[in-house]
Nanobody
Framework: QVQLVESGGGSVQAGGSLRLSCVAS????????MGWFRQAPGKEREEVAS???????SYPYFVKGRFTFSKDNARNTLYLQMNSLKPDDTAMYYC???????????????????WGQGTQVTVSS
């Protein structure tokens, strides 16, 4: 069983930064894919950052260069550093993992089987 608890959301003006954190528990959370997803009202949930079990990361084009996904193994914590935020980044952000160790983990290639509860990010213009 995996549990994921996000924090760090909030309100920020366009151009600002936020860092989201996700504390993970359960010894299988890092064996497969790890990632951050977001969902805005009326839109589908979408992936914004992915990491495989070796720590390699990938991002979709609309956040590449602005978002950075990192992991602190000692703290069992995943981070999403978000810079140059835009109003379009406003959404509920979720930490998520796929515990299966087989299969690709690059951006857009996988779907989680565990989700956190989400943390709201609001970017004003």
């Amino acid at each position: 069983q995996v549990q994921l608890v996000e924090s760090g959301g909030g309100s920020v003006q366009a151009g600002g930064s936020l860092r989201l954190s996700c504390v993970a528990s359960g010894n299988t959370y890092s064996r497969g894919c790890m990632g951050w997803f977001r969902q805005a009202p009326g839109k589908e949930r979408e992936e914004v950052a992915s990491m495989d079990s070796n720590g390699s990361t990938s991002y979709p084009y609309f956040v590449k260069g602005r978002f950075t996904f990192s992991k602190d193994n000692a703290r069992n914590t995943l981070y999403l550093q978000m810079n140059s935020l835009k109003p379009d980044d406003t959404a509920m952000y979720y930490c998520a993992v796929r515990t299966a160790s087989f299969g690709a983990c690059y951006s857009g290639s996988w779907w989680p089987n565990y989700w956190g509860q989400g943390t709201q990010v609001t970017v004003s213009s």
